[in-house]
């Protein structure tokens, strides 16, 4: 699981404001994707990109933006848009099955 | 869509017994179900998983069942350790074309000393 970085690894907003987060891979893999995780509900999807210049909504892609310009990037945007985005959040991605996770960036909004 | 429901949220055993975490599945057509470990703080891992066309995996003190008719699958893992305390998400997706697994809730598994 090493080919996937996340930064930063914490992430401090104040209301109003946008924030990017990013997500690295080495792993030569298509598809990536973005999961929002908070106590108890598991790992909900935001976004998913099965390839270079394409992504599709998750489940919960209101207040959220992305973009895949290179195969190793699929960064997440947080806009002020999203009312509740203290939490954290997880940069995946995939061959064939296999999701590989990245540690993660836990953002919280002062 | 897939809907994923997983029981219990939260687990607690003494070190030595055996732990089972239970996941129904809605979509018939699903076919593949990996059940990943998330240490606290850190990122969810593929501990195991199983295909359609199998029944039952092991992988040491790990097993999966699964049963296509009920659309259930099970998490055993026999001789907990206080290191297996984490918590453990089930999943369940097609494999071929676009994979977007659907994730149970989660379960908190604590193995006391």
């Known amino acids: 699981d090493g080919g996937i970085t996340q930064s930063p690894k914490y992430l401090f907003r104040k209301e109003g404001q946008n924030v990017t987060l990013s997500c690295e891979q080495n792993?030569?893999?298509?598809?990536m994707y973005w999961y929002r995780q908070d106590p108890g509900q598991g790992l909900r999807l935001i976004y998913y990109?099965?390839?270079?210049?394409?992504?599709q909504k998750g489940d919960i892609a209101e207040g959220y933006s992305v973009s895949r310009e290179k195969k190793e990037s699929f960064p997440l945007t947080v806009t002020s848009a999203q009312k509740n985005p203290t939490a954290f959040y997880l940069c995946?991605?995939?061959?064939?099955?296999?999701?590989?996770f990245g540690p993660g960036t836990r953002l919280t909004v002062l | 869509g897939e809907n994923v429901e997983q029981h219990p949220s939260t687990l607690s055993v003494q070190e030595g017994d055996s732990a089972v975490i239970k996941c129904t599945y809605s979509?018939?057509?699903?076919?593949?179900f990996p059940w990943y470990k998330q240490e606290l703080g850190k990122r969810p891992q593929l501990i195991i998983d199983?295909?359609?066309?199998?029944g039952e995996k092991k992988d040491q003190r790990i097993a999966v069942t699964l049963n296509k008719t009920a659309k259930h699958f099970s998490l055993h893992i026999t001789e907990t350790q206080p290191e297996d305390s984490a918590v453990y998400f089930c999943?369940?997706?097609?494999?071929?074309?676009?994979?977007?697994?659907?994730f149970g809730r989660g379960t908190s598994l604590i193995v006391h000393p």
């Open positions: 995946a991605s995939s061959i064939r099955h296999e999701q590989f």
């Open positions: 792993l030569n893999h298509d598809a």
């Open positions: 990109s099965q390839i270079v210049n394409d992504f």
């Open positions: 979509d018939s057509a699903s076919n593949y």
């Open positions: 199983i295909r359609s066309n199998v």
């Open positions: 999943a369940a997706s097609k494999v071929g074309g676009s994979y977007i697994p659907t």
